[in-house]
């Protein structure tokens, strides 16, 4: 059978760092019948330039030149310009495995799949590489996925962090492009990978999935996902919102229960960690938040919670003891990072 052509969508924006090593990593594989879009979303820096450069040195890679409009607007560029059977996703500070594309591929052919989801391992800024066990991704398919978006376990040890969590991140999967063509990412939201995957799940397209760990996930200190701020708190509200509208039909009440207690434990320890004097009292005031806190959805949260302290916690957030909990949350912080 030939080979199709793979469309694999790089949207480049301040990386000039780390833009190189990217790209390398997408040119290296094994899997050679690739289109290579780079989308320029208006970098101040180096990377236009590096671009460009890098379409002079391979015929496969196409540049895009714009102003800038963030993560979702570059991706949709890209796949305005796509002409790949199947479509891919890299951000341009990770890099991948050299086989990654040919394993997807064949695992989509094998599977007679829409798409296909492999592992991944995190690396921080000194290069150390942690393994991601994501033990529910052997059996993830589209009736079961939903659930383990909203999945929060997660154990972390010293070069492996075991999960029951799925990532919903667009950038380990491949699609075809049958099911994506008039699928887009929405406009200046937070987390928007899940949002793009959610109306594929809804859709029950086919998903395989290959454990291997094939894409390096870069994190550093200074990106968006390890900065708290009010715009990024009030961006992921937003996002809250969205995601529990996609994926209420998905999964059963008490999972969404105990998943919408979760979230609101979740935002009052940011609003407790990062905001500044008053912070309790917008929360308070958020009758969106206060939704998600009543005795069914406490009671779905207990169940699936393990460990006393973290029962204790979410007892105290359950009767809205706020300066109590504040205490205790920023005990058990300064405990955990002895």
Same mark, same amino acid.
């Given at each position: 059978?030939?080979?199709?052509?793979?469309t694999?969508?790089?949207p480049?924006?301040?990386?000039?760092?780390?833009?190189?090593?990217?790209?390398?990593?997408?040119?290296d594989?094994?899997?050679?019948?690739?289109?290579?879009?780079?989308?320029?979303?208006?970098?101040?820096?180096?990377?236009?330039?590096?671009?460009?450069?890098?379409?002079?040195?391979?015929?496969?890679?196409?540049?895009?030149?714009?102003?800038?409009?963030?993560?979702?607007?570059?991706?949709?560029?890209?796949?305005?310009?796509?002409?790949?059977?199947?479509?891919?996703? +890299?951000?341009?500070? $990770?890099? %991948?495995s050299?086989?990654?594309?040919?394993? !997807? *591929? =064949?695992c989509? /052919?094998?599977?007679?799949?829409?798409?296909?989801?492999?592992?991944?391992?995190?690396?921080?800024?000194?290069?150390?590489?942690?393994?991601?066990?994501?033990?529910?991704?052997?059996?993830?398919?589209?009736?079961?996925?939903?659930?383990?978006?909203?999945?929060?376990?997660?154990?972390?040890?010293?070069? +492996?962090s075991?999960? $029951?969590? %799925?990532?919903?991140?667009?950038?380990?999967? !491949? *699609? =075809?492009?049958? /099911?994506?063509?008039?699928?887009?990412?929405?406009?200046g939201?937070?987390?928007?990978?899940?949002?793009?995957?959610?109306?594929?799940?809804?859709?029950?397209?086919?998903?395989?999935?290959?454990?291997?760990?094939?894409?390096?996930?870069?994190?550093?200190?200074?990106?968006?996902?390890?900065?708290?701020?009010?715009?990024?708190i009030?961006?992921?509200l937003?996002?809250?919102?969205?995601?529990?509208?996609?994926?209420?039909?998905?999964?059963?009440?008490?999972?969404?229960?105990a998943?919408?207690?979760?979230?609101?434990?979740?935002?009052?320890?940011?609003?407790?960690?990062?905001?500044?004097?008053?912070?309790?009292?917008?929360?308070?005031?958020?009758?969106?938040?206060?939704?998600l806190?009543?005795?069914?959805?406490?009671?779905?949260?207990?169940?699936?919670?393990?460990?006393?302290?973290?029962?204790?916690?979410?007892?105290?957030?359950?009767?809205?003891m706020?300066?109590?909990?504040?205490?205790?949350?920023?005990?058990?912080?300064?405990?955990?990072?002895?």
């Open positions: 059978m030939k080979d199709e052509l793979i694999v969508i790089v480049v924006y301040k990386v000039e760092k780390y833009l190189d090593r990217c790209v390398q990593s997408i040119v594989q094994t899997y050679t019948n690739l289109e290579i879009i780079l989308v320029d979303d208006g970098s101040p820096d180096n990377c236009p330039k590096m671009c460009d450069e890098w379409a002079k040195k391979d015929k496969r890679i196409k540049v895009i030149h714009k102003q800038n409009g963030g993560l979702s607007d570059a991706r949709n560029a890209g796949l305005e310009k796509a002409k790949g059977k199947y479509v891919g996703f +890299v951000d341009s500070d $990770d890099y %991948i050299p086989i990654m594309y040919e394993k !997807l *591929y =064949k989509i /052919i094998d599977n007679q799949a829409d798409m296909a989801m492999c592992g991944f391992s995190t690396v921080d800024e000194k290069g150390k590489v942690t393994y991601i066990n994501e033990l529910n991704l052997p059996n993830c398919n589209c009736n079961n996925i939903a659930k383990f978006y909203v999945n929060t376990g997660y154990v972390k040890k010293e070069d +492996v075991e999960t $029951d969590n %799925i990532m919903g991140s667009v950038w380990r999967c !491949l *699609y =075809k492009w049958e /099911i994506v063509k008039e699928h887009r990412f929405e406009f939201m937070f987390c928007e990978d899940i949002l793009f995957n959610l109306p594929l799940v809804a859709n029950k397209v086919k998903i395989a999935t290959i454990t291997e760990n094939l894409y390096f996930y870069f994190q550093r200190e200074g990106s968006i996902i390890h900065t708290y701020n009010d715009e990024k009030e961006k992921e937003v996002f809250i919102k969205r995601f529990i509208q996609l994926i209420s039909p998905l999964i059963d009440e008490e999972t969404l229960g998943y919408k207690f979760f979230t609101y434990n979740k935002v009052l320890n940011e609003y407790i960690q990062f905001r500044e004097k008053g912070c309790l009292e917008r929360f308070k005031q958020d009758d969106f938040l206060q939704s806190n009543n005795k069914f959805n406490y009671k779905s949260r207990q169940k699936k919670t393990k460990r006393v302290l973290k029962k204790f916690a979410n007892w105290l957030t359950y009767k809205k706020f300066w109590i909990y504040g205490v205790f949350y920023k005990l058990y912080v300064k405990i955990k990072k002895r």
